[in-house]
């Protein structure tokens, strides 16, 4: 395809994007009754609607829920029952405008697949990134300048990560000259390629100057598609890549590797922020930060029509066409209204349409879905910006009560507590007791892990703890968290080894001390579960005793699904 008629197709996009927001309230209205047309006989929607495909029934009688309660059916398709339980369909499984000459070059966009299993009914069990990739929509792709990528698809598909980062950067190094575009999914799996770079440049440099791939390269689909890349030796290529990669400072190491990349792309909103930092030393802030598009495993949203814009800006404008939304409004902080409970059912009349959203507002995004949910609350805090046409435009904040997050991995409050309350019982028998507990997601460096701050009571001088016990304590954190935590801790490696660093006595006094001199009330004072505030950091590292680990490579695996 020429650039002529990628223009072309941007264009027709736009149009597309014009005509769908210019009339939102009409395209909603149109898919949820398609979604009940279609799904009308479900066993979950004929519960409560009895066979009606009439919206306002739908609206009246359709509860709003989270995970917990659609599982129940979830579980009964993976456990081999027809899915029309909640769906009628089988379950299986813009940037041209703003900058010029994108389709001259390549993209190294770096995609990686996860590590997957089967329900006891032969149902895939893996991320929707990994079945995308695996299916023919990415196998198939036409073949245009945007879609023009450094890596084979045999390296994106290599089950193995390191193999897979290995031979994507080569691939992205010997076609520099041709790069145009950077980018992962996540601003972390990129971060962790830089680092991945830092520790195998001189064998990459190796393999270019020879010829020859490394022998830790062992899937052979995997060797075969390089092969063919390294197709003969060339050691100036590998010179010039030395020169940069040997300096003592990587700031702007982007920019030198490829110098003729326009922008980075990747998630940088919510929990993946913290890494703009760290994004803007490697391209010594020369290359923006792109953020396309808003999605999930449940539905595509939304998308950024200003894609330049600062990362702190960005914006989401809903697609009134990929499902029909609702928005559950929130206090001004993104808190849960103090007559709605968390886990109660939220009245419906609460729920607000897409089109009557209030600019400035906050809500959680509730969808319905084609594939079978209805009303799901997704669990994303919003907060409207304004709007394109009718529809709305949100600004990301937050995920609705997870306080750490590192890659993938999202732990609640909730989770966080249940797991240190298992661990704290190792304390018991040595007459010790958990005093007070924090958290934070240290991401000064790749991969980043989470740190436990432990204030510990020994009740009985005459016993004491050892390093082996709170050792052991990290690994029962671990063990306790959900799969998503350990599958990025042992199989995808995302994740490094929770950390736990006893603090002095009186460290969480002098805590709250901190917050109440900062404004707080010592009325509602609570000890937060998760520190944003770097002063509150630095006051709880000066006060660390000893810090423990769990080991690199634990002996746990992660249990599907658990």
Not at 489 to 495: M, N
Request: glycine share 6%; charged share 20%.
């Amino acid at each position: 395809m020429d650039g002529k008629k990628l223009e072309y197709k941007g264009e027709d996009a736009l149009k597309e994007i014009e005509r769908l927001t210019a009339t939102a309230g009409e395209v909603q209205c149109g898919i949820l009754n398609e979604i009940l047309k279609q799904n009308a006989e479900s066993e979950y929607l004929n519960k409560y609607m009895k066979g009606s495909k009439d919206v306002s029934q739908f609206k009246s009688c359709v509860p709003v829920i989270t995970y917990k309660n659609i599982y129940p059916y979830i579980q009964r398709i993976a456990n081999g029952e027809d899915s029309s339980l909640i769906t009628g369909q089988p379950i299986t499984e813009i940037l041209c405008r703003y900058i010029p000459g994108l389709d001259d070059g390549k993209a190294m966009y770096l995609y990686f697949v996860k590590a997957e299993s089967s329900t006891t009914c032969g149902l895939p069990f893996r991320t929707v990134l990994t079945s995308y990739y695996k299916s023919k929509h990415f196998k198939c792709r036409t073949r245009d300048p945007f879609n023009n990528f450094t890596s084979p698809d045999q390296a994106i598909l290599c089950n193995d990560s390191n193999q897979s980062m290995y031979c994507q950067l080569l691939a992205g190094l010997v076609h520099r000259h041709q790069v145009m575009r950077l980018g992962a999914v996540f601003a972390s799996a990129f971060l962790r390629a830089i680092s991945f770079l830092e520790c195998k440049w001189v064998q990459l440099c190796n393999d270019i100057r020879t010829g020859h791939l490394d022998l830790s390269i062992v899937d052979p689909v995997c060797r075969s598609s390089m092969m063919a890349i390294l197709s003969s030796p060339n050691p100036r290529l590998a010179d010039e890549i030395e020169g940069f990669c040997s300096r003592p400072s990587w700031k702007g190491i982007l920019c030198n590797l490829w110098p003729r990349a326009k922008y980075i792309e990747a998630v940088v909103t919510g929990s993946m922020a913290q890494y703009i930092p760290a994004l803007k030393y490697y391209s010594a802030g020369k290359l923006p930060l792109v953020c396309t598009m808003y999605a999930s495993s449940e539905c595509y949203f939304g998308v950024n029509l200003k894609p330049l814009c600062d990362p702190a800006e960005v914006s989401f404008t809903l697609l009134p066409n990929m499902c029909y939304f609702e928005f559950l409004p929130l206090g001004e902080n993104g808190t849960l209204a103090m007559d709605i409970d968390e886990e109660e059912a939220v009245p419906y009349d609460r729920l607000v349409d897409l089109v009557n959203v209030k600019v400035g507002c906050y809500y959680e995004l509730v969808v319905t879905t084609f594939s079978g949910l209805y009303r799901y609350r997704i669990g994303d805090v919003l907060q409207v910006t304004g709007f394109h046409n009718q529809a709305p435009q949100f600004r990301f904040i937050c995920r609705r009560n997870v306080v750490l997050s590192v890659d993938n991995d999202k732990t609640s409050e909730e989770d966080l507590h249940r797991s240190v309350t298992t661990a704290k019982k190792l304390l018991e028998p040595y007459n010790a007791l958990l005093v007070e507990y924090t958290s934070y997601a240290d991401t000064s460096c790749v991969p980043g892990h989470y740190v436990l701050f432990w204030e510990i009571q020994m009740v009985d001088s005459t016993t004491s703890i050892d390093a082996k016990l709170l050792e052991e304590c990290c690994i029962t954190v671990e063990e306790e968290l959900d799969y998503v935590y350990r599958q990025c801790r042992t199989r995808e490696k995302t994740v490094g080894p929770l950390e736990i660093r006893v603090v002095e006595p009186g460290t969480f006094e002098a805590l709250m001390d901190f917050f109440i001199s900062q404004g707080g009330s010592i009325n509602q004072y609570k000890t937060p579960r998760c520190i944003k505030s770097s002063s509150a950091l630095k006051l709880l590292n000066s006060h660390v005793l000893a810090s423990f680990s769990s080991p690199k490579d634990p002996k746990w695996i992660p249990m599907d699904g658990k």
